[in-house]
């Protein structure tokens, strides 16, 4: 069962001199060795959290080795934004964050002369070669769990920083920022080769890896707040509950309102009081009857970034982490990377801004999702959002969704949302549980949307497409085959 002890920071590793991940080194160095021989060339990266993360260490790494290059971001690398690449005038192209899953796409340009691609991922390689390509998944290692899109760009900076003489460890922590904003996390913590860069991040002073209460809103939220909305736990009477939560509260002997008569703030809370709350919300589901996952799950491992200030989104690598993504998603991929670049002032007030306006838009998706409910074939269950929810956040609210009323945590769910010009975005979410059984939704979006006229990929348990607007009930039945054909063992 979970410990009630929150709060306890590990103890810092000793200084680590050898390469991370040492499967990846030689591929990492060779990456590194072409930009070297470059020195000018086009940064591409995707728009989520892993995706600006990932731009922001490749960022770093750059500018400390005197590089001269150019950003852009994209929603989605397909034919035509690999064509308008193509058609700059940058002879080398690094790819973070994405790039393998279309190396087919690319494949074409790179044997044409248009550009050399240098790839730094963790999503399935489509079946094409290329020579500069950074990915776990390539050396045997999972880029679902291990190591994510801002871990593979940190391999890359790490083999740059060797070859220069440059100490890039500190970027570790903007790439577990990444793997956390990818949920790459368990309750034990990050994983696999990420382990490593956290070890690294600690080493380096940026990052503190700590057991504590693993509620999403440390940093941020009012002590009521943080038990009302704690959806991770659903703990009746105090989950959903604010009523409740005030009336647990003040059940113990913590003061909930500060001198100045505002609401305290977990980050507030000396140890003592921490294990206080801790171990009677841990009594507190243990006698509502909540499954014992669910309580082992209140008190798990979580990042702190050292150098932020407490009480901020910042200070927290899930508060962090979703910051960020209220930034790309709405056309602002510039604000995040400038945050992540440490802009503090101007980028972090606009984010702010962004961050209110994600919060509201995911309550009202949510909310529409709930009130609608889903729909259920015989292997997945759906909706379609139309332009009720922003394409770029409709997979979010899906993985939100399951657990919900009416929504089966058993079931992969496939959402779908407008995009315009005559196309859907197509968003899949799974679970640890579904891909144990032979769930592989990457597989099932890039060959149902290829069977339509489109095109998709991923992980085995997140994964989207995009597709002919008028294809959907098609593309529907082959990703119900598809998943029945995986799930059946056939």
Known sequence: MASADADETRSEPDERDGFPVPELRERAEACAARLREAGEFLLCSHIDADGLTSAAVATAAFERAGFDFETAFFKQLDADAVASIAATDYDVVCFTDFGSGQLDVIAPHEEAG?????????????????????????EGLDGASELSGAGASY????????ATGTDNRDLAALAVVGAVGDMQDGDGGLSGANESLVADA??????????????????????????????????????????????????????????DGEWRRWVNLDADERRTVASALIRRAVSSGVPSERVDSLVGTTYVLADEEPGTELRDVSEFS??????????????????????????????????????????????????????????????????????????????MAVGADGVSARKPIVAFADKGDGETKVSARGSGFLVGQGLDLSAVMREASRAVGGDGGGHDVAAGATIPADEREAFLGAVDELVGEQLDGE
């Not at 079946?127 to 390539?138: I, R």
């Not at 391999?155 to 060797?162: E, H, I, T, V």
């Not at 007030?349 to 962004?354: H, I």
Request: hydrophobic fraction near 40%.
């Open 114 to 138: 248009d550009f050399a691609p240098v790839i730094a991922d963790h999503h399935q390689p489509a079946e094409a070669e290329t020579e500069y390509h950074l990915n776990p998944l390539l």
């Open 155 to 162: 391999l890359l900076a790490r083999a740059l920083g060797d």
């Open 202 to 259: 600690v080493a380096a002073g940026a990052l503190e890896e700590v057991t504590d209460l693993a509620l999403y809103g440390r940093q941020t939220r009012p002590l009521p707040k943080l038990l009302e909305y704690a959806s991770e736990a659903r703990i009746p009477g105090i989950s959903n509950d604010q009523a409740g939560a005030i009336e647990f509260l003040s059940g113990l002997d913590v003061p909930m309102k500060d001198g």
């Open 322 to 399: 979703t910051l960020l993504n209220a930034t790309a998603r709405y056309e602002r991929a510039d604000v995040g990377l400038a945050v992540c670049l440490g802009d503090r002032e101007e980028a972090l007030d606009r984010a702010r801004t962004l961050l209110r306006n994600h919060r509201r838009n995911l309550s009202e998706g949510l909310q529409w999702v709930t009130n609608e409910g889903v729909e259920r074939e015989e292997n997945v269950q759906w909706f379609d959002a139309g332009t009720r929810i922003r394409e770029t956040i409709v997979g979010i609210v899906a993985g």
